[in-house]
């Protein structure tokens, strides 16, 4: 008997078998602007608020990890079981991030942080006092 081409993933508007070079190099390049737009947060001005550069942050890594696991994990075009197991790793990161920054009192003022920034260049050691 002949094979048909009439398969289920066809009739359901998925053709396994369509060129989508052109749809990953343009996620491709969405995903460098925003990494670009990631890094640019490192010469935000000190007087930026902390807050609104984290949920920038958080917002950005959300949406990137959504485009890569959707586009080239393929679970746009997978199952619903198998997205669900994806997009709960997303949900359990976020959780463990949130919990990490408040051990280390990161939601207020600077002054208040366990790990405080310091005005020394990176690399230089300043001398341990002694008492």
């Given at each position: 008997?002949?094979?048909?081409?009439?398969?289920?993933?066809?009739?359901?508007?998925?053709?396994?078998?369509?060129?989508?070079?052109?749809?990953?190099?343009?996620?491709?390049?969405v995903?460098?602007?925003?990494?670009?737009?990631?890094?640019?947060?490192?010469?935000?001005?000190?007087?930026?608020?902390?807050?609104?550069?984290?949920?920038l942050l958080v917002?950005?890594?959300?949406?990137?990890?959504?485009?890569?696991?959707?586009?080239?994990m393929?679970?746009?075009?997978?199952?619903?079981l198998?997205?669900?197991?994806?997009?709960?790793?997303?949900?359990?990161?976020?959780?463990?991030y949130?919990?990490?920054?408040?051990?280390?009192?990161?939601?207020?003022?600077?002054?208040?942080?366990?790990?405080?920034?310091?005005?020394?260049?990176?690399?230089?050691?300043?001398?341990?006092?002694?008492?």
């Amino acid at each position: 008997m002949a094979a048909t081409t009439t398969d289920a993933s066809v009739h359901a508007g998925h053709d396994p078998d369509v060129d989508r070079t052109k749809q990953y190099v343009l996620v491709a390049a969405v995903l460098a602007v925003m990494t670009a737009v990631e890094v640019s947060t490192y010469w935000f001005p000190k007087e930026f608020p902390v807050g609104v550069s984290t949920g920038l942050l958080v917002f950005l890594m959300i949406v990137k990890f959504v485009m890569v696991t959707a586009f080239f994990m393929h679970l746009k075009f997978d199952k619903r079981l198998l997205a669900v197991v994806f997009y709960s790793g997303l949900v359990l990161a976020l959780v463990v991030y949130i919990a990490v920054l408040t051990a280390f009192r990161f939601w207020g003022p600077v002054e208040n942080h366990m790990v405080p920034p310091t005005n020394q260049p990176a690399g230089s050691h300043a001398p341990v006092p002694t008492e």
